[in-house]
């Protein structure tokens, strides 16, 4: 019986947390309203498409990771609880790739502190590599293209355009999202603002520059 008990327990304390984080992470995004992300016609879609290294998101095989958490986040869409991952505070220069197929799909030179307590980024690291669907209640999910891994969310309130190099600007790739109200050939649009994905850390797996 106290084992049942201590199980029960765990299961409800582990449900609260998911359900704590999600809450936070949605909580996030209503602070910014008046901005929008806007998916264009194929991003709304879910067809099959290629990657730029010429393979397809067909290609669902079985996960590369054998950790619980991992596979609560990629394949249950769990969300992690806030301040917990390592990945949070790293600081290294390297590639955050997808933890089940092992796709590249964000860069140290996107990420950026949100204070929001995810890995956040304002931009993927290639074009293809990160599929946006909207949800039911409005938000934007983001997905490893290729494995259909869940990463997390993205939402209108990243760093600002002024804030950030302007070669890192200029190789933002086709496929990431686009502020509602930003003209990235506007010269004023220095305040506006950029996305920022907010990535469960227990989806990646981080590979530091040699």
């Not at 019986?1 to 449900?15: I, K, N, P, V, Y």
């Not at 609260?16 to 929008?36: D, I």
């Not at 390297?94 to 956040?120: E, I």
């Not at 999910?141 to 890192?168: I, N, T, W, Y």
């Amino acid at each position: 019986t106290g084992l049942l008990f201590c199980a029960t327990m765990h299961g409800e304390c582990s449900a609260f947390a998911g359900e704590a984080a999600a809450a936070a992470q949605g909580a996030a995004c209503r602070s910014s309203r008046r901005q929008s992300i806007v998916l264009s016609a194929e991003q709304q879609e879910t067809d099959t498409t290629k990657l730029d290294d010429g393979s397809t998101d067909t290609d669902n095989s079985g996960a590369g990771t054998w950790n619980p958490l991992s596979l609560a986040v990629l394949r249950l869409g769990f969300t992690e609880p806030a301040w917990t991952s390592p990945l949070n505070y790293q600081k290294a220069e390297g590639v955050y790739k997808c933890a089940s197929c092992g796709t590249a799909l964000f860069s140290s030179n996107g990420k950026f502190d949100s204070g929001s307590g995810w890995p956040s980024f304002w931009k993927t690291v290639s074009s293809g590599r990160v599929e946006l669907k909207k949800e039911w209640d409005g938000r934007i999910e983001c997905k490893c293209q290729k494995c259909k891994g869940h990463l997390g969310h993205v939402f209108p309130d990243g760093p600002q355009r002024g804030s950030l190099d302007a070669m890192e600007l200029a190789t933002i790739p086709e496929t990431d999202p686009q502020i509602g109200y930003k003209d990235q050939n506007d010269s004023d649009s220095s305040f506006s603002k950029m996305p920022r994905y907010c990535v469960n850390g227990a989806a990646m797996k981080f590979e530091k520059e040699s």
